[in-house]
């Protein structure tokens, strides 16, 4: 069975720049998730969806970040502009049900603003 | 705030030793509790979790994780550590109702030969 799939594993810009995660999920899992990991510090939600619909997204700085799962399945998360405090690891998990009781983690993209 | 806390930020252990993190919780009922492990480069892998019943939980790699409501704690051991459990070990937990999962900060474990 084949892992959740993210890319690009390593990123750098520039603050103000734009850019894009990409994720793809478990096959079948309908819960998916974008964490930020900050050096330090565990991850930290941004965003959940269920299926291609939003469940939580309380902790996304929504001035700047964007996510969207179209038909279910891949998931885009962009940062617009960027800043140096979002330099981190953005972890995408998905699991089968709502409650995330088991989460599968792809590696990550490790994104360094400068 | 709900909250699960992890004291050790780092933890040196000989190769063969017994190994024990600390995880503590602040959640009012019984929380669904986790132990996740994060080798560099890689995602998070799930080593065990605990919902309910018995509370002491099997996971893989040898690990296991005994929840004990009076401390407030879900501390996760092995009785011999290798080499290759070198890696950064993650709690995490949430509210029965609750859809979102809470880390703590995590424990870098290194092993020394």
């Known amino acids: 069975e084949a892992g959740v799939a993210q890319s690009p594993r390593y990123k750098i810009i520039e603050k103000r720049q734009s850019v894009a995660f990409w994720c793809n999920p478990i096959?079948?899992?309908?819960?998916l998730y974008w964490y930020q990991q900050i050096l330090g510090q565990g991850p930290k939600l941004l965003i959940q969806?269920?299926?291609?619909?939003?469940?939580?997204d309380s902790q996304l700085p929504k001035d700047r970040f964007s996510a969207e799962r179209l038909k279910g399945v891949d998931s885009t998360l962009k940062i617009q502009p960027a800043k140096l405090e979002d330099s981190a690891v953005y972890l995408c998990?998905?699991?089968?049900?709502?409650?995330?009781?088991?989460?599968?983690f792809g590696p990550g993209t490790r994104l360094t603003v400068l | 705030a709900q909250s699960v806390t992890q004291p050790d930020i780092h933890i040196t252990v000989s190769e063969g030793a017994s190994l024990e993190l600390r995880c503590n919780y602040s959640?009012?009922?019984?929380?669904?509790l986790f132990w996740y492990v994060q080798s560099p480069g890689q995602g998070l892998q799930l080593l065990l979790k605990?919902?309910?019943?018995?509370?002491l939980v099997q996971g893989i790699k040898g690990f296991e994780a005994e929840f004990k409501r009076s401390q407030s704690s879900f501390n996760l051991r092995k009785p011999s550590v290798h080499w290759s459990d070198a890696a950064e070990y993650f709690c995490?937990?949430?509210?029965?109702?609750?859809?979102?999962?809470?880390f703590g900060s995590g424990t870098q474990l290194t092993v020394l030969p």
């Open positions: 998990a998905s699991s089968l049900g709502e409650r995330g009781d088991e989460q599968f």
């Open positions: 096959s079948g899992h309908a819960t």
């Open positions: 969806f269920q299926n291609n619909g939003v469940v939580d």
């Open positions: 959640y009012g009922a019984t929380p669904y």
């Open positions: 605990y919902f309910s019943g018995d509370t």
């Open positions: 995490a937990g949430r509210r029965g109702s609750a859809r979102q999962l809470t």
